[in-house]
């Protein structure tokens, strides 16, 4: 039978990007630290990617401390690049990692805070959830869905492009994973394309004269977000020109506003924005409802595609585990992020849970120097 088994350190939960790299820090400043991941490998929900995903970010600003990409690594590296960089990472760093180890419940008690797991119970007297923003897909309970004769496929489960040769497809979102899915369907020889956008994005090219356009996001970063808005604005009007003309609605707001309030990542061409233009890809409302041979948009009009592919974003699953404590908004997000934490739950902190200019494993690197010098300190 398991037991409780007290640890008088740092229990870090999730072994992906945010939860190596705050584990590392932790050990760099000499503090006791644990890492618990219930998957059996590194990096799970990259290897559970459909196999053409590449990073939005530049290969420079997408490594962990002390390693790096191999010689010849594309600028934007795929996921099995990205896969073996965070097991280097935890070869190198000898990270003190237990896998399999679900935990379920986060609760304080006393001085400690106590972990619920598959594997017993542990205390500790400081945890660092790293679960991430994007643990579990999430798709809209759409009216009349059931009832749909083709299929319903989350952009998480996208597989490979060319499953998709032919088929007529509805792409819903025009986020940054609707953008990633469209930059993938437009070097296919498929049937018809629809995107259905509800809001329109902030979106800017991967490359300008070949050069990567992420190498300016730890500039943008730095910015007023006022500032930092109008630039991102005035990218994407240059790269692009007016995207309404082609029926994408308007974003609600600048992209780093987007980003510091509504946890909405900035999309990245790679091939959709010339498809739109060219008509190939064709932007329509967004969804009323579903029927038996096809879908319902919100002016009426009736498209009949084999695929829907729901862009719809995804939620961080944390309700069970932290939900009891109030740290979670209306979305399930936490209230507080890396170095910031409430005074009245001294001890938790959460990485990881919003998305960045910099890219996550740039984020990830600041967040976690900065969470090991707090608890540090504390």
């Known amino acids: 039978m398991h037991g409780t088994r007290i640890f008088d350190g740092v229990i870090v939960i999730g072994a992906g990007a945010a939860g190596l790299a705050v584990t590392h820090a932790l050990l760099r400043a000499g503090v006791p630290v644990r890492l618990l991941e219930q998957e059996r490998h590194i990096g799970e929900p990259w290897r559970r990617r459909h196999k053409n995903l590449e990073l939005n970010t530049h290969r420079t600003l997408s490594a962990l401390p002390g390693v790096s ?21 935890r070869q190198q760093h000898k990270l003190p990692i237990e896998f399999g180890v679900r935990i379920d419940r986060i609760a304080r008690t006393g001085g400690h805070w106590t972990l619920s797991s598959n594997m017993g119970t542990r205390t500790a007297s400081h945890v660092v959830v790293a679960t991430g923003r994007d643990r579990t897909p999430h798709i809209p309970d ?7 004769g083709g299929r319903v496929v989350h952009a998480a489960d996208f597989g490979d492009g060319a499953d998709y040769a ?6 819903v979102g ?15 020889d498929t049937a018809d394309i629809w995107l259905s956008a509800r809001h329109g994005p902030t979106l800017l090219p991967k490359r300008i004269f070949n050069i990567s356009v992420h190498l300016m996001s730890p500039y943008i970063a730095r910015l007023p977000v006022r500032l930092a808005d109008a630039l991102l604005r005035a990218g994407q009007r240059i790269a692009f020109g007016d995207l309404t003309r082609y029926g994408l609605p308007p974003a609600p707001a600048g992209g780093a506003s987007r980003l510091a309030d509504d946890y909405v990542a900035i999309a990245s061409d790679d091939g959709a924005v010339d498809a739109i233009k060219s008509g190939r890809i ?14 319902i948009l919100a002016n009426g ?4 595609p084999d695929i829907v592919i729901a862009a719809t974003g995804y939620r961080t699953g944390l309700e069970q585990m932290v939900g009891a404590l ?17 005074s009245g739950l001294p001890g938790l902190w959460f990485t990881g849970m ?22 540090k300190v504390g």
């Open 69 to 89: 990409y191999p010689v010849g690594t594309p600028a934007f590296p795929g996921k099995s690049l990205v896969i073996d960089m965070l097991d280097r990472f």
């Open 142 to 148: 759409w009216k009349g869905m059931a009832a749909f």
């Open 166 to 171: 032919g088929k007529k497809i509805l792409v």
């Open 174 to 188: 025009a986020g940054n994973s609707g953008f990633d899915v469209l930059n993938h369907l437009s070097r296919v």
């Open 282 to 295: 064709k932007v329509v409302p967004e969804i009323g409802q579903f029927s038996g041979d096809g879908v």
């Open 301 to 304: 009009e009736r498209v009949r």
């Open 326 to 342: 109030g740290v979670l908004d209306a979305k399930g997000y936490p209230l507080f992020n890396g170095a910031d934490h409430s």
């Open 354 to 375: 919003r998305p960045s200019i910099r890219g996550c494993f740039a984020n990830a690197r600041l967040q976690a120097r900065a969470i090991a010098a707090a608890i």
